[in-house]
């Protein structure tokens, strides 16, 4: 994937709602200034996101601080991350559920638990690395890894819903005991389907993810910004 210009933020801000005088709408019908205090009410209630955004967002660097550990309580709001290029030494695949806190807004009829699949990496290299977050009409942008040094971590781990990709891997072992798994430092329930390979190489990498976490997650080149659209 080729690095393009940054995607403007501009409008897409709550610190910047359309201006205009208010005038009065005729008698039975909707008045264009209310539609506008509806548009910044909407860009308000994004901003009120952005700290659990941000959280769930930075969740690697937290744990390389020593913050978090491998098991939190998720937000329930999905985010997508790509990378033109993923290479990995030391492969886990197994499934579990995440638990988002009690009483989340946004459990719906989940009761608060989503499926999902838990990658892990002992050492992992991404190229032009980008994440975004939906929180309604704008979406947090995070991007890295568009120069000549790429996003590097250790002991990465996601939980995710979706992933695609073109995929190879070294001496792979599938249908292991998620339990037993020895190449990455994760280890899932007993009786959990699970998969390991020495290395994985991915290329047009995809992912809807719940959670993310690392030892160590280096992110050279990194921008965070609003943007009217995601990875």
Not at 12 to 34: D, F, I, K, L, V
Not at 193 to 213: E, G, K, M, P
């Given at each position: 994937m080729a690095s393009s210009p940054d995607p403007s933020s501009t409008g897409n801000t709550p610190?910047?709602?359309?201006?205009?005088?208010?005038?009065?709408?005729?008698?039975?019908?909707?008045?264009?200034?209310?539609?506008?205090?509806?548009?910044?009410?909407a860009r308000r209630a994004a901003v009120m996101a952005v700290p659990a955004t941000l959280?769930?967002?930075?969740?690697?660097?937290?744990?390389?601080?020593?913050?978090?550990?491998?098991?939190?309580?998720?937000?329930?709001?999905?985010?997508?991350v790509t990378a033109s290029q993923l290479d990995g030494t030391g492969f886990e695949q197994f499934g579990g559920l995440d638990n988002m806190a009690d009483n989340s807004p946004n459990a719906g009829?989940?009761?608060?638990?989503?499926?999902?699949?838990?990658?892990?990496?002992?050492?992992?290299?991404?190229t032009k690395l980008c994440q975004s977050v939906d929180l309604?009409?704008?979406?947090?942008?995070?991007?890295?890894?568009?120069?000549?040094?790429?996003?590097?971590?250790?002991?990465?781990?996601?939980d995710s819903t979706e992933m695609s990709g073109d995929a190879s891997f070294n001496h792979i072992e599938i249908g292991n005991d998620a339990s037993t798994l020895t190449e990455a430092d994760a280890?899932?329930?007993?009786?959990?389907?699970?998969?390991?390979?020495?290395?994985?190489?991915?290329?047009?990498?995809?992912?809807?993810?719940?959670?993310?976490?690392?030892?160590?997650?280096?992110?050279?080149?990194?921008?965070?910004?609003f943007s009217d659209s995601g990875c």
């Amino acid at each position: 994937m080729a690095s393009s210009p940054d995607p403007s933020s501009t409008g897409n801000t709550p610190e910047n709602p359309e201006s205009g005088s208010p005038s009065e709408a005729p008698s039975g019908t909707a008045s264009p200034t209310a539609g506008r205090r509806g548009r910044v009410r909407a860009r308000r209630a994004a901003v009120m996101a952005v700290p659990a955004t941000l959280v769930a967002a930075g969740l690697a660097v937290l744990t390389a601080q020593g913050a978090l550990g491998v098991q939190f309580s998720i937000s329930g709001m999905p985010f997508t991350v790509t990378a033109s290029q993923l290479d990995g030494t030391g492969f886990e695949q197994f499934g579990g559920l995440d638990n988002m806190a009690d009483n989340s807004p946004n459990a719906g009829d989940t009761g608060g638990q989503v499926l999902i699949v838990t990658s892990a990496i002992k050492k992992a290299t991404l190229t032009k690395l980008c994440q975004s977050v939906d929180l309604g009409g704008t979406n947090l942008l995070i991007t890295a890894g568009t120069g000549a040094t790429k996003v590097s971590a250790s002991d990465l781990t996601t939980d995710s819903t979706e992933m695609s990709g073109d995929a190879s891997f070294n001496h792979i072992e599938i249908g292991n005991d998620a339990s037993t798994l020895t190449e990455a430092d994760a280890k899932g329930p007993k009786g959990v389907f699970s998969q390991q390979a020495d290395s994985v190489h991915i290329d047009h990498l995809r992912q809807t993810n719940y959670a993310t976490t690392a030892g160590v997650f280096k992110l050279p080149g990194l921008k965070l910004r609003f943007s009217d659209s995601g990875c």
